[in-house]
């Protein structure tokens, strides 16, 4: 065998598995299968495989994923720094695709960091409804941030809090929610070799405390007639089917959904219960309710081409609630009652997005709790920043923008949601980052590009990836660029000024033309190297 597997961890498999075992083990001499997803804020599966220079084959369980072949290098092309696919393992596909979103809903993605789970759901939302992305570990947010922003995610929220505060502050508030549990990673084993060594660290015992917690927490803030999708990439029953087992028995209310018959699926494993059961204590659960489990998914390695999942569709017996009237993110009278009254905190918001070496003068790192007040009307200049962002919007963007104008830490956002829901949270991102005010011209921030499309703004060069310029902008470089290639619309006929500069027509950052010179304003913390 190729990879170092723990050996308890095998002879566990081995009981388990029965007859199955020796599939499951030679699992691990197959080559590990790469894949991306195609992020459809960007580009229609369609266009891009027109466009794609990789050979693929499609993933069975997700409609935008497909297969790369080996030796091909998905990480290393301008397309990829244009945001137009994600690199994802194929089994982690498939707990987004049971979420059921679509645009307009509220969806809360809980355990998110680095974000491949986020930017799939961002592509169902289509910049509708409001999407919260969190992750407990300030340092992995920075790439979750990154992330969101990268994929063009124009109505989401990143937040580095606990679940149970996210609780208190959006009670029966989201109609999906995604919980991609910490779990001691088996299925990881071959990617992550490191996983392997640090099994024994993560143990099952630990993380089901951690699981059950999460778990309690999402139930607290799903609408009524919401949906759960609870996923792991380990094999241990104890994380997987006894997890659903406790919360059927303790959430009446809900109800597993049967996975589709999708190929490569196989059910849960209910039989693999009984003897957790016999342990008792806090793990026990009814044998109804263990029986249920079948009703769960797993993706094995040995039967897909994938490295294995776990996932059960946990739906909420209620009525659901109608999002169809336009007013995604507002609160409901009811709502509205519960966040009044709530004091603001006074420490900074997060880091400058698009710059992760550096920080704006005066503000501490990511994750600081939000700062309600200077969004409230007391800071001075407020109003004048809020006017040059939408000066520069009405120059340069015809895109019609989601949600409000938002002040956070002298910067602005087009935030889904209203600053008092995220009054004394530790907010990364409260929305989409427009820009900041420098020296009194409003600076456009880098995020604001890469969510835009070509069409979306009144200056646009046209980048070509076949000829390496692209790659050029990408590293930095200043380019050469005569004014005839700027493409000017609307009230900015002329070149000077920002330029959304795009390769093949999908943007990829800022930069400014003055007299024949593209300024790059791509950030370096982003480069290509
Ligand atoms: C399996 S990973 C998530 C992968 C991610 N969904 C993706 O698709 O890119 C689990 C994440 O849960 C986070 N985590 C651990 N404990 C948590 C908790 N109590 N609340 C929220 N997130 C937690 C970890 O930091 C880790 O980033």
Same mark, same amino acid.
């Given at each position: 065998m190729a990879v170092h597997v723990p050996m308890a961890f095998l002879e566990k498999m081995q009981q388990l598995l029965g007859s199955d075992y020796s599939a499951f083990l030679s699992s691990y001499d197959n080559p590990r299968y790469a894949g991306i997803r195609v992020n459809t804020l960007k580009i229609s599966v369609e266009s891009f495989l027109r466009l794609s220079p990789f050979e693929l084959r499609p993933? *069975?369980?997700?409609?935008?994923g497909f297969y790369v072949q080996e030796g091909?290098?998905?990480?290393?092309h301008p397309y990829y720094h244009a945001g137009l696919y994600y690199i994802q /393992?194929? !089994?982690? +596909?498939?707990p987004v695709e049971m979420l059921d979103v679509s645009p307009g809903q509220r969806v809360l993605?809980?355990?998110?960091?680095?974000g491949g789970k986020t930017t799939q759901i961002a592509a169902k939302l289509q910049g509708e409804g409001v999407l919260v992305a969190n992750d407990i570990h300030a340092d992995r947010t920075k790439a979750l941030a990154k992330n969101v922003e990268l994929y063009g995610v124009r109505n989401a929220v990143v937040l580095n809090e606990s679940p149970e505060r996210i609780a208190d502050a959006f009670p029966?508030?989201?109609?999906k929610i995604l919980i991609d549990a910490p779990c001691s990673? /088996?299925? +990881?084993f071959r990617k992550d070799e490191d996983m392997a060594r640090q099994w024994e660290v993560h143990s099952t015992s630990k993380c089901t405390v951690m699981q059950k917690d999460i778990l309690k927490s999402a139930a607290a803030m799903l609408a009524p007639g919401g949906r759960i999708v609870y996923s792991t990439c380990t094999f241990a029953p104890e994380e997987n089917e006894a997890m659903i087992a406790w919360f059927l028995d303790r959430y009446p209310d809900f109800e597993l959904v049967p996975l589709p018959k999708e190929p490569g699926f196989s059910p849960g494993r209910p039989e693999w219960l009984y003897r957790l059961n016999? /342990?008792?204590?806090?793990?026990a659960f009814s044998s109804e309710a263990a029986s249920l489990t079948a009703q769960c998914g797993r993706l094995w390695p040995h039967q897909v081409e994938g490295e294995g999942h776990f996932l059960a569709v946990l739906q909420h017996k209620g009525p659901a609630v109608n999002r169809?009237?336009?007013?995604?993110g507002q609160l409901s009278r009811g709502e509205r009652m519960s966040v009044r009254g709530r004091e603001p905190q006074q420490t900074s918001p997060g880091s400058k997005p698009g710059k992760t070496n550096r920080r704006p003068a005066g503000h501490s790192h990511t994750?600081?709790?939000?700062?309600?007040r200077e969004s409230a009307?007391?800071?001075?200049?407020e109003r004048e920043l809020l006017d040059c962002w939408q000066q520069f919007a009405s120059e340069h963007v015809t895109a019609k923008l989601p949600g409000q104008p938002l002040l956070f830490g002298g910067h602005v956002y087009q935030s889904p949601l209203p600053k008092e829901q995220l009054a004394g949270l530790k907010t990364v991102? *409260?929305?989409?980052y427009a820009g900041t005010v420098k020296n009194g011209r409003f600076a456009p921030g880098h995020p604001l590009a890469t969510a835009? !499309?070509?069409? /979306?703004?009144n200056r646009v060069l046209n980048l070509s990836q076949e000829n390496g310029e692209a790659v050029r902008y990408l590293k930095g470089e200043t380019l050469n660029v005569p004014a005839s290639r700027i493409e000017c619309r609307g009230i900015q006929g002329f070149p000077k000024g920002y330029v959304l500069v795009c390769v093949d027509g999908v943007s990829l950052g800022w930069g400014k033309w003055i007299d024949g010179m593209l300024k790059n304003e791509y950030p370096a913390g982003w480069r290509w190297t």
């Amino acid at each position: 065998m190729a990879v170092h597997v723990p050996m308890a961890f095998l002879e566990k498999m081995q009981q388990l598995l029965g007859s199955d075992y020796s599939a499951f083990l030679s699992s691990y001499d197959n080559p590990r299968y790469a894949g991306i997803r195609v992020n459809t804020l960007k580009i229609s599966v369609e266009s891009f495989l027109r466009l794609s220079p990789f050979e693929l084959r499609p993933v *069975p369980w997700c409609p935008t994923g497909f297969y790369v072949q080996e030796g091909q290098k998905p990480g290393k092309h301008p397309y990829y720094h244009a945001g137009l696919y994600y690199i994802q /393992e194929p !089994s982690a +596909m498939a707990p987004v695709e049971m979420l059921d979103v679509s645009p307009g809903q509220r969806v809360l993605d809980l355990c998110a960091a680095p974000g491949g789970k986020t930017t799939q759901i961002a592509a169902k939302l289509q910049g509708e409804g409001v999407l919260v992305a969190n992750d407990i570990h300030a340092d992995r947010t920075k790439a979750l941030a990154k992330n969101v922003e990268l994929y063009g995610v124009r109505n989401a929220v990143v937040l580095n809090e606990s679940p149970e505060r996210i609780a208190d502050a959006f009670p029966a508030y989201f109609d999906k929610i995604l919980i991609d549990a910490p779990c001691s990673g /088996e299925g +990881m084993f071959r990617k992550d070799e490191d996983m392997a060594r640090q099994w024994e660290v993560h143990s099952t015992s630990k993380c089901t405390v951690m699981q059950k917690d999460i778990l309690k927490s999402a139930a607290a803030m799903l609408a009524p007639g919401g949906r759960i999708v609870y996923s792991t990439c380990t094999f241990a029953p104890e994380e997987n089917e006894a997890m659903i087992a406790w919360f059927l028995d303790r959430y009446p209310d809900f109800e597993l959904v049967p996975l589709p018959k999708e190929p490569g699926f196989s059910p849960g494993r209910p039989e693999w219960l009984y003897r957790l059961n016999a /342990e008792g204590g806090d793990a026990a659960f009814s044998s109804e309710a263990a029986s249920l489990t079948a009703q769960c998914g797993r993706l094995w390695p040995h039967q897909v081409e994938g490295e294995g999942h776990f996932l059960a569709v946990l739906q909420h017996k209620g009525p659901a609630v109608n999002r169809d009237n336009g007013a995604e993110g507002q609160l409901s009278r009811g709502e509205r009652m519960s966040v009044r009254g709530r004091e603001p905190q006074q420490t900074s918001p997060g880091s400058k997005p698009g710059k992760t070496n550096r920080r704006p003068a005066g503000h501490s790192h990511t994750g600081k709790a939000f700062k309600g007040r200077e969004s409230a009307g007391k800071v001075p200049g407020e109003r004048e920043l809020l006017d040059c962002w939408q000066q520069f919007a009405s120059e340069h963007v015809t895109a019609k923008l989601p949600g409000q104008p938002l002040l956070f830490g002298g910067h602005v956002y087009q935030s889904p949601l209203p600053k008092e829901q995220l009054a004394g949270l530790k907010t990364v991102r *409260p929305g989409w980052y427009a820009g900041t005010v420098k020296n009194g011209r409003f600076a456009p921030g880098h995020p604001l590009a890469t969510a835009l !499309s070509a069409g /979306e703004a009144n200056r646009v060069l046209n980048l070509s990836q076949e000829n390496g310029e692209a790659v050029r902008y990408l590293k930095g470089e200043t380019l050469n660029v005569p004014a005839s290639r700027i493409e000017c619309r609307g009230i900015q006929g002329f070149p000077k000024g920002y330029v959304l500069v795009c390769v093949d027509g999908v943007s990829l950052g800022w930069g400014k033309w003055i007299d024949g010179m593209l300024k790059n304003e791509y950030p370096a913390g982003w480069r290509w190297t």
